[in-house]
């Protein structure tokens, strides 16, 4: 099994930035892909980014050029730099972990980290 606490996020005007991380808790021996969600009330929640287990990376066109994923091995964290914020991302990110070596019984299938929220005002 996996279990994930984000961090990070708050509040920034327009153009700023901010660092989410999401530590990760997991047996050794089990492999995730991991992803970045967002969400809004009224909107269904919307991927934005994953980086998966041999490193590669994808992003939702909306935020291209601007978010940037990586993941530090030695500390189980992944990590979203968001920059050139705009009032549109305002919304409750989630971390997410989604099994792809180690089997269901050792690792589960996947798992939703609680949220953090983002702001930013104009």
């Known amino acids: 099994q996996v279990e994930l606490v984000e961090s990070g996020g708050g509040s920034v005007q327009t153009g700023g930035s901010l660092r989410l991380s999401c530590a990760i808790s997991?047996?050794?021996?089990?492999?995730?892909?991991m992803f970045w969600y967002r969400e809004t009330p009224g909107k269904q929640r919307e991927f934005v980014s994953v980086?998966?287990?041999?490193?590669?990376?994808r992003y939702a066109d909306f935020v291209k050029g601007r978010f940037t994923i990586s993941q530090d091995n030695n500390n189980y964290t992944v990590y979203l730099e968001m920059s050139s914020l705009k009032p549109e991302d305002t919304a409750i990110y989630y971390c997410r972990a989604e099994m792809k070596r180690g089997g269901w019984t050792l690792c589960g299938g996947g798992r939703w980290g609680q949220g953090i929220q983002v702001t930013v005002s104009s």
């Open positions: 997991k047996n050794s021996g089990c492999m995730y892909d």
């Open positions: 980086i998966e287990i041999d490193g590669a990376t």
